[in-house]
């Protein structure tokens, strides 16, 4: 004989990730696939400034997200240029 129980779990759930630049959503709807909600950009980025650190807040941890449209916009004013390379081999 089963002996059972009924539990109520709370879920965490995501609805958006906001840009922290822009406040634009991250999260692109596309009809008709699976997955109806992609996030593109940087997700819930973390940098951290350590001992004496000149710009940063000592020890202090910030977490952010940027659009992808932020993203490119950061990329374009590098002075050097992030490393790129194809993720699907043809």
Same mark, same amino acid.
């Given at each position: 004989?089963?002996?059972? &129980?009924?539990?109520? &779990?709370?879920?965490?759930?995501?609805?958006?990730?906001?840009?922290?630049?822009?406040?634009?959503?991250?999260?692109?709807?596309?009809?008709? #696939?699976?997955?109806?909600?992609?996030? @593109?950009? =940087?997700?819930?980025?973390?940098?951290?400034?350590? @001992? @004496?650190?000149?710009? #940063?807040?000592?020890?202090?941890?910030?977490?952010?997200? =940027?659009?992808?449209?932020?993203?490119?916009? #950061?990329?374009?004013?590098?002075?050097?240029? /992030?490393?790129?390379?194809?993720?699907? /081999?043809?």
């Amino acid at each position: 004989m089963k002996k059972i &129980r009924v539990v109520k &779990r709370e879920v965490e759930i995501t609805d958006d990730i906001i840009c922290n630049k822009c406040g634009a959503s991250c999260i692109e709807d596309f009809e008709g #696939l699976p997955s109806t909600e992609v996030a @593109y950009g =940087l997700i819930e980025a973390e940098v951290e400034g350590g @001992y @004496y650190s000149t710009y #940063l807040e000592d020890q202090q941890s910030y977490t952010f997200s =940027l659009c992808e449209k932020c993203l490119k916009e #950061l990329f374009d004013k590098f002075v050097i240029p /992030p490393e790129s390379k194809d993720i699907i /081999p043809f």
